[in-house]
């Protein structure tokens, strides 16, 4: 499924998994994606992910195996890549155990990175320049002395899947590890933020539970 969708004003939506419940896991999220990505952090938005097999969270029950910590042979590495091949398709998306961030981290980093290395072939072949003289920055890709936006490439950039994706070197990381805002704040702050309890759908019923008196 698509971790983030393509926008023409250049606002980056970033399609999370992983249910906000208050440990800022859409924030972090994000932010790993953007950081691939090369964009401006004012540009990010995020919403929930649909339900679907293929945001399956493998590593809660990759890390739950009976492995003592300190285990890392041929058997157990043979075992959990099993675990984590069929959790995949029969697993269940879930949300917990502090994991959101171990399952999410590398599909996040390569679909941000698979993402720039698309916009910098469409800039690159748009101007008729070879793409290594191209770089990203702040939401643009800037080729000499030309910069073009993120929206204005969103659509061509489609056409220029990379077949293998390049990750960028932590050393040159500007936004993990950095201090931002979080998402949710400003919605939570001024009473815009929907909770479970805020959800209506027509025909909703309510249920309580009945204590025993005794």
């Not at 290395?117 to 000499?144: F, K, M, P």
């Not at 030309?146 to 204005?152: H, I, Q, T």
Request: net charge neutral; proline share 5%; aromatic share 4%.
């Amino acid at each position: 499924g698509d971790v983030y969708k393509r926008q023409a004003d250049d606002t980056v939506t970033v399609v999370v998994p992983k249910a906000e419940m208050g440990q800022g896991i859409h924030t972090a999220l994000a932010m790993v994606l953007a950081e691939e990505l090369g964009c401006a952090w004012e540009q990010i938005r995020v919403e929930h992910s649909p339900i679907d097999a293929i945001y399956n969270n493998v590593s809660a029950i990759v890390e739950g195996l009976p492995f003592h910590p300190d285990a890392h042979g041929p058997l157990v590495r043979s075992v959990k890549w099993l675990t984590a091949k069929s959790m995949r398709d029969v697993g269940v998306m879930m949300t917990g155990g502090s994991s959101s961030l171990l399952d999410c981290w590398m599909p996040m980093r390569e679909a941000g990175a698979s993402a720039r290395q698309s916009l910098l072939a469409a800039a690159a072949a748009r101007l008729g320049v070879d793409v290594s003289t191209c770089r990203v920055e702040s939401g643009a890709v800037v080729c000499g002395t030309s910069r073009l936006r993120y929206g204005e490439l969103a659509e061509s950039a489609v056409s220029h899947r990379p077949d293998r994706v390049t990750l960028k070197a932590m050393a040159d990381f500007s936004l993990l590890g950095k201090p931002v805002p979080r998402l949710d704040a400003d919605a939570k702050s001024r009473g815009r933020a929907v909770f479970t309890a805020d959800v209506q759908v027509p025909g909703m019923r309510y249920a309580a539970v009945s204590l025993s008196p005794t």
